[in-house]
């Protein structure tokens, strides 16, 4: 399948700020079933915007704007093409807690296997891991199976598309979160057995008449867990589903804290205020070649404006939250 995707992040101040340093963790990955054929960013006011990867592999973009502005807007575009994965079993070998161990001994994985800052053991997380049966039995792919299910049926769905997302033990106390609190919810439960497991910030097509639970104008999360014979496999705790063509993975990392969409600071004393509009569409395969190292910037240098005395400005941090 191809997708065209564009992302559209628009920060509004109630008074002109002088500076505003950013991260966007946008770019659609290139691996195993999906590949991003361009990208493209553009960024008003003016500015160079720069990249780079991190260990993960995620495509970092970043940029500073120096001159005085009451409204950032950032807009996004993508070609990806993503692959039907092999078919799935239901279950592994009764083996494959002895095989996944010793796949674990043998590399490093320990990013995705300690608690991080969402998603860490707690009281009421060891009371729903009771609840929820979840424990080393069976094989793991089962359990993951059955978890993913648990999740989706114990947690009510509330559609988020900016709010900071909530506590995980108010999460757990109330059974209602987005897609990022159920993901996190789905992390912790699975490290605390011993699988390596990663939050994945991304994308989630609908079709006309699907009853999936995500946001039309919003980026989606889900989990990666590591199994034995199937390396990292997806699953979307919020839909009951196994992730397939229509993830598109953005960025991976421990948590949501890791990848966020948008990540920044301004200077000034101003409140922002953030909408987000995002449009993910089916596409044609694309005409020209593979564009995927070739990226598009909107690259006119920053115009420097006239910088407020240090004791009037305040910095405040400024960032996009998943549905």
């Known amino acids: 399948m191809y997708f065209g995707i564009q992302h ?18 946008m770019q659609p990955r290139t691996e195993a079933t999906q590949r991003c054929h361009s990208f493209l960013v553009k960024v008003s006011p003016k500015a160079r915007v720069m990249s780079y990867r991190d260990h993960l592999g995620n495509h970092i973009h970043h940029f500073n704007v120096a001159a005085k502005h009451s409204e950032l807007l950032i807009v996004t575009e993508s070609m990806v093409e993503t692959f039907e994965a092999s078919d799935m079993p239901q279950r592994l070998d009764a083996k494959a807690w002895k095989t996944l161990d010793d796949m674990v001994a043998r590399t490093d994985y320990w990013e995705f ?11 009421l997380m060891d009371k729903m891991a009771e609840e929820l049966d979840a424990f080393r039995r069976d094989d793991p792919l089962t359990v993951l199976h059955e978890l993913n299910a648990a999740i989706f049926e114990t947690f009510d769905y509330v559609p988020k598309v900016v709010q900071v997302s909530a506590p995980v033990e108010t999460v757990l106390e109330e059974r209602k979160g987005g897609g990022q609190d159920l993901s996190h ?79 920044g600071v301004y200077r000034g004393n101003a409140q922002n205020e953030l909408s987000v509009l995002v449009h993910v569409r089916r596409g044609e395969a694309p005409m020209l070649a593979d564009h995927t190292q070739e990226l598009q910037f909107n690259a006119a240098p920053p115009v420097f404006g006239e910088r407020p005395q240090q004791s009037r400005d305040r910095s405040r941090q400024q960032q996009q939250q998943q549905q």
Request: some cysteine; glycine content about 6%; aromatic content about 8%.
């Open 113 to 123: 296997l300690m608690p991080s800052e969402i998603a860490k053991p707690t009281p």
């Open 185 to 263: 919810i789905m992390l912790a439960l699975v490290r605390r057995m011993g699988i390596p497991c990663r939050y994945v910030s991304g994308y989630l097509y609908r079709q006309e008449g699907d009853r999936i639970r995500s946001i039309a104008s919003a980026s989606h999360a889900w989990v990666e867990a590591l199994l034995p014979d199937l390396g990292w496999t997806g699953f979307d705790p919020t839909n009951r589903l196994l992730a397939g063509e229509r993830h598109i993975r953005m960025a991976i990392g421990r948590d949501y804290n890791d990848v966020p969409p948008t990540k």
């Open 8 to 25: 559209q992040t628009r920060f509004r101040y109630d008074s002109p700020v002088s500076e505003s340093l950013m991260e966007l963790r």
